[in-house]
Every structure is written in structure tokens, then in C-alpha cells.
């Protein structure tokens, strides 16, 4: 068993979060990158690659379709991070929970893997958690809630992983609790002070402009993962613009506006790698006028 | 695939809740009280109760160190729901997951299943989860966080099914987040208001006294799940004060101070079957001083 590490949250973030800031660095420096790969898998739009991929089980489907585009976008350097979404392999049951073990397995040591699970519990439930999440599918990194508070998040802090706590996030619900104005700051900036203090990194949506203030928070030191660029809307150059000074400890997330970029794309309509491609290089092109 | 219930939260909360308040009661009536039994797994706890039980396997072990248990504790009427906690079964993975699965089936319909796996994610992703925790586990209920907002929480909130919102949680960092001032009000205090709104549950743990003003705001006509009365050293008889009025509705959880209560039991040190069984009466007492 691996000891969580309970005590000394400077001590942390000066060791095992330097660790995972060096970690954050090489992915970026050898893909020339910051773009992290988003995989939410949904059967309405995973469509075959490949003629034979119309005989697969469902669990081949998923699979396939992500090993062919995520193949494709590390032999090309177009990502430096995979975040599986556990909520999409979970709604098809087992099968697309061992969709998830097996794509795991296939990208361990080659990219960054960022689970993105948003757990949390009392303490030792957490602890739980934290085993599943690391120890079982065998993530590098995690996502999870705040709300119960440092007990909940802190078994998720252990040497050499990284976890992300949600912040200010992009959906429309954001405004319900994380806006909050709590003696005059807002929940989701106490969260954020709350990061450098307990040595996490911080979800923050791209859609959101409290993007600006939460890095002045965190003096651009604190690793953000940030979602919502693609088919949410989130305004890449502000978000770059933002974070350009230590760039590289960063990651953008794009999910299905890179796996089924294909929808949108009128010279790949059929061609699920060539559009994700195509979809990354768009994206790359403004990322690397800031790296 | 089923409808998430997006709108007419008011409609919602007369006819889809009021179902599920009329399910709460049915246990509650049926079995003469409010207690829901904890499963959460641990190999290390859990000793052979029959000999035979040596050379199973280590799915087999979880699985009828619960069956035995809990089908007692049926046929005794000492509980009204069960509520499976995800992490200790995740924990084991593909394993633990399959001993979920057969718990949850083995009860389906013959108690309510509150699966705590306390989910939440934007919109759309949330309604992956709740495909995950409805369609594919076969739970009655879900517990939810509400950091996110009403986009967050409303997939769950689905036609016959019940749906807890994290609120003043038992742990220590509660007071991290959950007890923040905001504008006069803690935050938890906003959480209780918009169950209300929504047509949710919340979990409220037994070791605050928080949980009076949580009635007050909720009117006792929001269900609340009540963990903290074992091991956690909750006051039983404050809870049960603060919701006498409304008693059927509500319930009161104990995980493993029933599961392993041989650890404590004099008499029945190497049954747990009967330490369990003993541990519930104690417990039933208490509250059927209520009911």
C-alpha cells in the first residue's frame, strides 16, 4: 500500500509537486504542447475507422476508434496528456470499464494520464478512492470535488500523481455555489487558495474569464486543467494569454471537439483520424505561438 | 434510455418525489424503522463466518460476508435500505465491482438501494453517470455533490428515483467549504435551500448540529441520509429529536459499526452475523422510541 502524504503540505509542494511540475514539463517540451486529449466515449458517434471495425464487440469499438486517433496524435506530437472521462466508459458497464483498463494500460509511460473521475468522500473513503484511481486503472492523475474538504482531497495527494480540484468549472451551474460570494471572495478563489496550500493543481473551465484571477492567486504556479475550449466555446487566446508566462505546467483539454471532429470537418466527414488530426493542428497552431 | 426530469422542478417535487417519499415510508412501515445498513468492504475486516468460507475467492469473500449479514438483518426487519459505498468496492477493482453487482441484484426490490458513489460532473457527463449508477448498477438512489450546480445535479434527479445532495457532510474538513460565510449564510445553508427547489435528498451527517437548522429550512419534507452514528460517534438521539416529525421519510446510516461490530461485540467476537444483528437492536431501540 502506498502511504498517502497527510502532513507537510509545504514540504508537498515542494517535492512531490515539483516532481509532477517536471513530469508536466518533459510531456510539453517533447510534443511541443500543451494539448491534453479528452476521451469521453459515446456509441452514437464512434463510426468505423475501418470496414472490419463493423463486426467489432462494443467494447472493440470504443477501444479502436481511441487506440487509432490517440496512436495517431503522439506518433504526430500533438498531445501531451489523455484524460479519460470515467463517466463514459462507466454508463456501458463493465464492458466499458475494461475499455478504459485496456486503453490505460496502452498509454502508460507513453503520455500523461489524467483520470478524470471528480471523486471525493470522508478521508478514508477517499483513501479508497485514491487506490482505485491509481493503484487499479493505474492513473497518473485524478480529478476531484473540493466540497468536503481537505480530509476528502488530501489522500488523493501521493507521491509522484497529480490532482486536479474542481475550481471554477465551464458548465452553466458554475454560477449556483463555485460564485458564491463568501465574505467577500468567491468559493471557488478560496478554493484556489486552498491548492497552494495542499499542493493540487485546479480544474478551471476555459469559458470562464475567473481564468485571469485564479492565476494571479495562484502566482501561475499551480498546474491548471483547463476544458471547455472545444465544443464549449472557451476562448482559447484568452486562456493562453493568461497562462503564457510558465506555460508548459498547464494543459487545455479538448474532448469530442477532437474525437468526433470529424462531424464538423468537410475534407474528413468520414475520417475520424484525419479530422482529430487536422482538429489538433488547428488547435497546436495557436498553443505553439506561446511556447 | 430514460428522460432526466430538466424541467418543472415544482411538478417534480410533488409527483416524482412524492413517489419516492411514499417508497421511504413503505420500508420504513414494513420494517418498524429508518436504519440503513452501510456496505463497505474491507478484505481486512472481514473474517470467515462459515469455515468453508476460507478457500473462496476473494469476490466470493465480500460477497457472502454481506449476503449473510444483511440477509439476516432483513429477516429480522432491523433495516429499511441499504446503501453500498463505491470506493471499497472499486478499491478491488474488476473483483469488487462484480461482488457490487451481485449485492445490488440479490436486493433489488427487497430493500431500497442507495449506491453512494457520490457522483457530479457538467451536464451531459452527469448523465452518463446517471446511466452508470440507474441502468447499469440497478440503484434506487445516488448521492451527488453539489459544487458544480443544477446542471450538475439534475441528470440524477430521475423519475422513481432518489437522488441526496452532499450538504453538511460528518467529516472534519466540512467546515473547509461547507461551513463558508457567504452573504450572511453558510454555504451548506444554500445547498438545503435548493433541495428544496430541485426535488432532492441531502446528506447530512449526525456528528454537526447543523442538522436542526437543516430541518428547519427544508421544512422536514426533504428525505435526508444521515450518516455518522457508528464509528464516526454521531448522537443518535439529537438526530432523531431534530426529525421526530417526519421520521419515515428520513434515514439513519451505520456502515461498520454493523458490518464489523464482532470488533467490539464481548459476546459474539468471531460471529459477525450476530454482532451485527446485536448492534442493530441496539440501534432499532433507540429509534423505535421515535416511530
Known amino acids: 500500500m502506498h502511504t498517502p502524504l497527510y502532513s507537510g503540505y509545504f514540504i508537498l509542494f515542494s517535492t512531490q509537486h515539483l516532481f509532477m511540475l517536471k513530469l508536466l514539463r518533459k510531456y510539453s517540451e517533447e510534443n511541443n504542447t500543451i494539448l491534453c486529449f479528452g476521451i469521453d466515449p459515446r456509441f452514437e458517434d464512434i463510426i468505423p475507422i475501418h470496414p472490419i471495425a463493423r463486426v467489432q464487440s462494443p467494447e472493440e469499438r470504443i477501444m479502436n476508434y481511441y487506440f487509432e486517433i490517440t496512436d495517431k496524435l503522439l506518433e504526430e506530437n500533438q498531445i501531451a496528456a489523455i484524460k479519460p472521462n470515467y463517466a463514459y466508459f462507466a454508463q456501458y458497464g463493465f464492458l466499458g470499464m475494461s475499455a478504459l483498463k485496456n486503453i490505460i494500460q496502452r498509454y502508460k509511460n507513453k503520455t500523461l494520464i489524467i483520470l478524470d473521475a471528480k471523486r471525493g468522500d470522508i478521508g478514508k473513503s477517499s483513501e479508497a478512492y485514491a487506490t482505485e484511481l491509481y493503484d487499479f486503472w493505474g492513473a497518473d492523475g485524478s480529478t476531484v470535488s473540493p466540497y468536503m474538504g481537505a480530509d476528502s482531497v488530501k489522500p488523493f ?33 478560496y478554493v484556489a487558495e486552498k491548492s497552494l496550500e495542499w499542493g493540487c493543481g485546479l480544474v478551471v473551465g476555459a469559458t470562464s474569464d475567473s481564468i485571469k484571477k485564479i492565476v494571479s492567486i495562484t502566482k501561475n504556479k499551480v498546474p491548471l486543467l483547463i476544458p471547455g475550449v472545444g465544443s464549449q466555446g472557451g476562448d482559447l487566446k484568452m486562456v493562453l494569454e493568461s497562462i503564457k508566462d510558465n506555460l508548459s505546467i498547464h494543459r487545455i483539454n479538448s474532448s469530442s471537439g477532437i474525437s468526433y471532429a470529424y462531424k464538423k470537418s468537410k475534407k474528413y466527414s468520414d475520417q475520424p483520424v484525419e479530422a482529430a488530426l487536422e482538429e489538433c493542428n488547428k488547435l497546436n497552431k495557436k498553443i505553439r505561438e506561446y511556447l
Open 157 to 189: 495527494l501521493r507521491k509522484n500523481k497529480l490532482t486536479y480540484m474542481l475550481c471554477r468549472t465551464s458548465n452553466k451551474g458554475a454560477k449556483d455555489f463555485e460564485e458564491l460570494s463568501c465574505n467577500g471572495k468567491k468559493l471557488y478563489e
